[in-house]
């Protein structure tokens, strides 16, 4: 992670931590530095999309000002899904794609994220050189006359042009399934409707009606309740919810159960294997990924590769290994058949598609991977002690002691990309021992921060 680059972009609590200043800069920088590493100084294109929340304008607003101030031109494609920008940037042959979005985050946070003219979000080296342009702004470039950008008037349809895409990939169509959608009042509002009627399901939406303060709001992929009392009724095949931003989703089967993104993989990828689509006969996970995973991976005979945390990390290790499935418990699944990046109704659809044509009920197919008891707590650390606090002896000791005590099973503590939090991650095969183990780190670390 760099200074302002984390995991996914940049981040923080909107015109206090990501103000328009800083938004401004970021802007100018990236123009510049993608125009002279794809355009070798030439003028380029950005595209501009952005999710539901509040101060999602004034950010739009200053990434265009410094865009154009460098003599770049952008195209403003409104409210849109973070993987619709990433699809139309390859196909409209931009030179990046920014998204203005904080994910899963409450309202009053925002974020950038960008991805290069490939689709794929920018490199290491490439962030540096923008935070770097960002640190010297006095050296950044200042177009005038002529050579000032314009926001160009965007002849896209992007909400077509999604959703055509993402009903491609599914043969036929999904007609008498009954879907519940939970839309977390984000940007799948703006598409997920068009979709499920190209793809002819019987769809009940709820959390659709954007105000600027409620996406995410005890809604969507991080907040479950509403959607599993939903699907407890007894009226729907299959429950789905996006976060604020659409690039994940988790689901939920008509018992109320929840299948994570390492459920959802492993159904999709024993699929793919059955179709000889598995490139490799492997998928990515993370180190994060259940070990129920892992011994359903090995009953299919399919091999599971294993990435840093973090949808970059995982990307980066498919595009190495050649794999075409890859993702996190999170719901961030990519397929790479199809998109360039995380993208949750492309993850929704398939898996749709799979409970369709299998002849079973959700709960029976989840119930091929049967998870190891699980357990994650957050814990608030200042971002500045956030990555060395599982080196404090305090918190070593203590890391120490509940493995003992835990025996089969595994202990992770790591540092958010995108928040200031600890993750303390416990998983074994006995859950009351893991429930123990998990409290008495995170109560270690909560001691001395």
């Not at 992770?412 to 008495?440: F, H, P, Y």
Request: charged share 25%.
């Amino acid at each position: 992670m760099g200074k302002y680059f984390g995991t996914d972009g940049v981040r923080g609590v909107a015109n206090i931590e990501l103000d328009a200043m800083l938004a401004f800069k970021i802007g100018a920088a990236a123009a510049f530095v993608l125009s002279q590493e794809q355009k070798q100084g030439g003028k380029a294109k950005l595209l501009i999309g952005k999710d539901t929340r509040i101060s999602s304008d004034m950010l739009e607003s200053a990434l265009v000002a410094g865009i154009c101030s460098v003599g770049a031109d952008v195209e403003l494609l409104g409210v849109i899904p973070t993987p619709a920008i990433a699809y139309l940037t390859i196909k409209h042959k931009a030179d990046a794609g920014i998204v203005i979005s904080a994910s899963h985050n409450s309202y009053e946070y925002n974020g950038i994220k960008i991805f290069a003219g490939s689709g794929y979000k920018l490199s290491d080296e490439i962030e540096s050189k923008i935070e770097a342009l960002i640190d010297d702004f006095d050296s950044a470039p200042r177009a005038s006359h002529e050579k000032l950008g314009r926001v160009i008037k965007s002849k896209i349809d992007p909400v077509v042009e999604y959703t055509d895409h993402l009903a491609e990939t599914v043969t036929g169509d999904l007609s008498g399934l009954r879907v519940a959608i939970d839309c977390a009042n984000g940007a799948s509002s703006t598409t997920i409707v068009r979709l499920m009627r190209l793809l002819e399901c019987k769809a009940d939406y709820r959390f659709y009606e954007p105000d600027g303060l409620n996406i995410n709001d005890n809604c969507g992929s991080t907040h479950l309740e509403n959607l599993q009392e939903r699907m407890r009724s007894g009226k729907f095949d299959i429950g789905v919810a996006f976060d604020g931003d659409a690039d994940r989703c988790l689901i939920v089967d008509e018992t109320g159960e929840v299948l994570d993104g390492d459920r959802i993989m492993a159904v999709c990828a024993a699929r793919m294997k059955q179709q000889g689509k598995l490139r490799g006969g492997a998928f990515v996970a993370t180190i994060l990924s259940n070990m129920g995973l892992h011994a359903y991976a090995e009953k299919m005979g399919v091999k599971i590769e294993c990435a840093n945390v973090g949808d970059r990390y995982v990307l980066e290790m498919m595009l190495n290994k050649g794999y075409v499935l890859g993702g996190e418990q999170s719901g961030h699944v990519i397929f790479l058949e199809y998109a360039s990046t995380g993208d949750g109704q492309l993850t929704a659809i398939q898996f749709m598609d799979i409970l369709k044509h299998s002849g079973k009920k959700c709960s029976e197919i989840a119930a091929e991977v049967k998870p190891w008891p699980q357990v994650m707590i957050n814990v608030a650390v200042p971002n500045s002690e956030k990555k060395t606090i599982a080196e404090r002896e305090e918190v070593a000791n203590a890391i120490n002691e509940a493995q003992n005590e835990l025996g089969e099973g595994r202990i992770l503590v790591r540092a958010s990309g995108t928040e200031a939090l600890v993750r303390v991650m416990v998983e074994g095969i006995d859950a009351e021992k893991v429930n123990v183990a998990a409290k008495s780190v995170a109560k270690a670390i909560e001691s001395i921060v």
